[in-house]
């Protein structure tokens, strides 16, 4: 049973609002206990202050790992890609209460997430799942490139952003990237992945790990590329 519990985030601190993401007990893997805490999370903040906060969180993330446990952080970082937190990063880069050049900030600043905090420390499904959770809408065709404006816009940071990851040294965190791209659907895909087996030929996809912390059926997705499949393994539990 969902347990409902307010919070006013609108003038928290950049600490209260790091402790408000992770500071909450982790539900076991696979337990039938309590739901996750952010399901019944009712918050009331200001758009634009949580963007500065999230950028300053993914661009400073390294100290997380001193002050909480892993399972805190998995817990932490599947609540902010969760469309049932109303102020998660999902939202947030949609939020027109918020200039555009801000939401695009956000989704750049996540490359320092991938290089500062994921490509050390993989957690478990979050890290696999992150851009699954972002870019998901223009494989499901919810957002279109076609449509221009915003669509076509934050689809070409989110590429950008992609880009930059793939080139980073960690096997999880290209991983993370292929997982994206598959969804994203960028024209200039096949080149990117083109480029990026060209640079590492005895490179071979694997398969990302189930979400937990999402509710539904299994979902298979491919980066389009011209000698090889990225397989992606399906959503256990997805959330809507």
Avoid at 89 to 94: D, Q
Avoid at 169 to 176: E, F, K, R, T, Y
Wanted: with cysteine; net charge negative.
């Amino acid at each position: 049973m969902v347990r409902y519990t307010h919070y006013d985030i609108t003038n928290a601190s950049y600490e209260e609002f790091i402790a408000f993401l992770f500071d909450h007990v982790p539900v076991p893997k696979g337990s039938a206990g309590p739901p996750f805490w952010y399901w019944g999370a009712h918050v009331t903040f200001d758009p634009q202050r949580v963007a500065s906060l999230y950028i300053r969180l993914f661009t400073e993330p390294a100290a997380l790992l001193e002050q909480y446990t892993r399972p805190q952080l998995e817990q932490g970082f599947w609540a902010i890609q969760s469309r049932n937190l109303e102020c998660s990063i999902a939202g947030v880069i949609w939020d027109h209460a918020i200039p555009v050049e801000i939401r695009e900030r956000c989704l750049r600043s996540m490359f320092h997430l991938f290089e500062r905090l994921f490509a050390h420390d993989p957690l478990d499904t979050a890290v696999q799942m992150w851009w699954d959770s972002l870019a998901y809408d223009w494989h499901c065709h919810n957002r279109s490139r076609e449509n221009g404006g915003e669509d076509r816009r934050m689809q070409d940071v989110m590429f950008e952003t992609l880009s930059k990851i793939l080139g980073l040294s960690s096997a999880i965190a290209q991983a993370a990237a292929l997982h994206g791209l598959g969804h994203l659907h960028h024209p200039d895909t096949e080149t990117l992945i083109a480029g990026y087996l060209a640079s590492n030929p005895t490179t071979r996809p694997r398969n990302s790990g189930a979400a937990p912390h999402r509710r539904g059926g299994p979902v298979t997705s491919d980066v389009r590329r011209p000698t090889a499949e990225v397989a992606e393994k399906g959503k256990d539990n997805a959330e809507p």
